[in-house]
């Protein structure tokens, strides 16, 4: 569903470029954990996924390789305390899915609408000063 409102939206708005996808780690993660979904359900995404890409080009963006290289791995968090934004939600990605099993998709959701939250604030920190 997301991947049909990702397109709808390009399409309403008349973008004829693909979407970028901006994230952290999610050349590690977000991306092949999307498309092997997309494969195991039978979806055909009504978008491409961008998958086998470097951390900074037209179709992927990913801000912990930005900041950290190739070969380091910095936390989200650690990114975001060190810059001081704080964060909405203190879940760790790890214990996100007792979380849910706890509390329902609720927690899920809030994990996710406060790490958006972050991400958002570390882009607009480094775009001044990072080529990306």
């Known amino acids: 569903a997301a991947l049909k409102t990702i397109a709808a939206e390009r399409d309403k ?20 954990f999307l498309a092997k979904r997309c494969a ?6 009504d978008i491409r996924i961008p998958t086998g ?9 990913d801000l912990m390789q930005a900041w950290s290289g ?3 791995r910095n936390k989200q968090r650690d990114v975001a305390a060190a810059m001081g934004i704080a964060l909405q939600d203190e879940t760790d990605g790890k214990d996100l899915w007792d979380a849910v099993l ?27 000063v990072f080529e990306l």
């Open 13 to 32: 708005h008349g973008f004829a470029r693909p979407p970028r996808f901006i994230g952290w780690n999610i050349i590690d993660f977000d991306i092949p």
């Open 40 to 45: 195991i359900l039978g979806v055909s995404p």
């Open 53 to 61: 890409r470097r951390y900074n080009n037209e179709r992927v963006l």
């Open 70 to 72: 190739f070969k380091d």
């Open 102 to 128: 706890r509390d329902g998709v609720a927690a899920a959701a809030k994990k996710c609408a406060s790490d958006i939250d972050a991400l958002r604030q570390i882009y607009h920190r480094m775009q001044p």
